[in-house]
């Protein structure tokens, strides 16, 4: 069992940490079990979105903010517990795109929104298999992608006020960015997970999905305005 290992300073943390390059197919079963959770994630979430009231947004997103931080404590003291959270903020992350998903079915149709989220799959998909196929160090990647997640939200705020940005233009941003984050968090999966454990992995792959297939689904429903 070859292990390529390198101590490394991890500049988010400022902590000395351990960079495991682990041979493809002993990860596996972890992808396998990241993907087998995000999936039934996303089934969850679906009867969230069926469900979720016109006023649920503002509730879901607080619910979300509090059980990404509940999961985050929970994970490594419980993982059941850790994984029944999970699915709670996926069926809350439906009521707080809920309301949004039935304007765009209204505008555009049920059929765009089916594309956009096959666009997304097909997307995730992609990038996985780049992270496995080739040599990439997830922390540069994830450090980059968080910046530039920074600068995204900022410059997001700013544009409410000076309008400086078109819808269209910070869709365009955003895919790139949680495209960026979707490779860094698929190659520390590649990478033997970095410690985390499957649950903690698989809210970082379902939240990179869930903003890359509202990004697309922006992006979708402008180009048939325009159209």
Same mark, same amino acid.
């Given at each position: 069992?070859?292990?390529?290992?390198?101590?490394?300073?991890?500049?988010? %943390?400022?902590?000395?940490?351990?960079?495991?390059?682990?041979?493809?197919?002993?990860?596996?079963? @972890?992808?396998?079990?990241?993907? /087998?959770?995000?999936?039934?994630?996303? @089934?969850?979430?679906?009867?969230? =979105?069926?469900? &979720?009231?016109?006023? /649920?947004? %503002? =509730?879901?997103?607080?619910?979300?903010? !509090? @059980?990404?931080?509940?999961?985050?404590?929970?994970?490594?003291?419980?993982? !059941?517990?850790?994984? !029944?959270?999970?699915?709670?903020?996926?069926?809350?992350?439906?009521?707080?795109? /809920?309301?949004?998903?039935?304007?765009?079915?209204?505008?555009?149709?049920?059929?765009?929104?089916?594309?956009? &989220?096959?666009?997304?799959?097909? /997307?995730?998909?992609?990038? !996985?298999?780049?992270?496995?196929?080739?040599?990439? $160090?997830?922390?540069?990647?994830?450090?980059?992608?968080?910046?530039?997640?920074?600068?995204? =939200?900022?410059?997001?705020?700013?544009?409410?006020?000076?309008?400086?940005?078109?819808?269209? %233009?910070?869709?365009?941003?955003?895919?790139?960015?949680?495209?960026?984050?979707?490779?860094? $968090?698929?190659?520390?999966?590649?990478?033997?997970?970095?410690?985390?454990?499957?649950?903690?992995?698989?809210?970082?792959?379902?939240? $990179?999905?869930?903003?890359?297939?509202?990004?697309?689904?922006?992006?979708?429903?402008?180009?048939?305005?325009?159209?």
């Amino acid at each position: 069992m070859n292990y390529d290992v390198n101590r490394q300073i991890d500049p988010r %943390t400022g902590t000395w940490s351990t960079t495991i390059d682990v041979p493809r197919e002993e990860t596996v079963p @972890l992808l396998a079990k990241v993907l /087998g959770i995000t999936s039934a994630g996303f @089934l969850v979430t679906a009867f969230g =979105v069926a469900s &979720a009231p016109e006023w /649920g947004s %503002t =509730v879901g997103f607080i619910a979300v903010l !509090g @059980l990404i931080f509940a999961i985050n404590t929970a994970r490594r003291r419980n993982a !059941g517990l850790a994984l !029944g959270l999970f699915f709670a903020l996926t069926y809350f992350m439906g009521w707080e795109i /809920g309301p949004l998903i039935h304007h765009y079915i209204r505008a555009i149709g049920i059929d765009m929104v089916f594309q956009a &989220a096959a666009t997304t799959g097909v /997307g995730m998909a992609a990038m !996985g298999l780049v992270a496995y196929l080739f040599s990439i $160090d997830y922390r540069k990647v994830l450090g980059l992608g968080f910046a530039a997640l920074i600068v995204l =939200v900022l410059a997001g705020i700013l544009s409410i006020f000076f309008h400086f940005m078109q819808p269209s %233009t910070y869709s365009w941003l955003t895919l790139g960015v949680f495209t960026l984050l979707t490779v860094g $968090d698929f190659a520390r999966i590649r990478a033997g997970g970095n410690g985390q454990p499957a649950v903690s992995l698989a809210l970082s792959i379902y939240l $990179d999905a869930v903003n890359i297939f509202l990004a697309v689904l922006q992006l979708m429903a402008g180009g048939r305005r325009r159209n």
